[in-house]
């Protein structure tokens, strides 16, 4: 029995090692698509003057991104690219003293770039990210009813911090299927456009060149 157990562990250990053997370096590159979601602050619709009313959200949207990397070796990479958060939007609907509604649409795109951890695990990479994206976040407020119309645009670009999790499943011809969760941190300003944090849960391909 002791001699089968020790048999078996030493398969194991033979094949995870092949499996990190396999683990590919070089230059990559991939694009991803998912669900974006950010906390949208009640009083990014404050109507001056309102006795009565009430917020509506849509606080997710679909986002995508493109990226490119360099696997340094088989437990770091460097990696860059471009995310698009999406639209998102809160209305607050007015009822008294006047009857109306306020809109603010946000939109946030940004450039990122990250410093991937690696573990390969049989035929998959588990990695965890940390970085810096450079946010262009956009809020749009309009008015209507009989509420004043006006309509005022707020912008902001910054460098954010980020980080997040995932995992990479290795498939034949240097292609790989990627899902993860990534969080923009502080995203925009707090009197310009609202600030919150932004994640984006994805799925996609890579390729390694």
Not at 89 to 97: F, I, L, Q
Not at 164 to 190: C, F, H, K, Q, S
Not at 193 to 201: A, F, Q, R, S, V
Request: net charge neutral; no cysteine; aromatic share 10%.
């Amino acid at each position: 029995m002791k001699v089968i157990l020790t048999k078996a562990l030493g398969a194991v250990a033979l094949s995870l090692a092949a499996s990190a053997a396999h683990a590919q370096t070089g230059w990559y590159g991939g694009v991803s698509i998912g669900q974006s979601k950010i906390q949208i602050d009640d009083s990014s619709v404050d109507v001056a003057g309102a006795t009565a009313s009430s917020v509506k959200k849509d606080e997710t949207d679909t986002g995508f991104k493109v990226y490119a990397g360099n696997r340094l070796n088989r437990n770091f990479a460097l990696e860059g690219g471009f995310t698009d958060f999406g639209k998102f939007s809160a209305t607050r609907d007015v009822t008294a003293p006047a009857v109306g509604s306020a809109t603010a649409t946000v939109k946030s795109s940004g450039f990122h770039f990250d410093a991937l951890g690696i573990l390969p695990v049989g035929g998959f990479d588990l990695f965890a990210k940390v970085g810096l994206i450079y946010t262009t976040t956009k809020t749009d407020l309009s008015t209507s009813g009989a509420l004043v119309a006006v309509s005022a645009n707020g912008k902001k670009s910054e460098f954010d911090g980020k980080y997040g999790i995932g995992a990479e499943y290795r498939l034949p011809n240097a292609m790989g299927i990627r899902a993860e969760w990534e969080r923009a941190l502080n995203v925009g300003d707090p009197d310009k456009t609202g600030e919150g944090n932004i994640d984006l849960i994805s799925v996609g391909l890579t390729w390694r060149f």
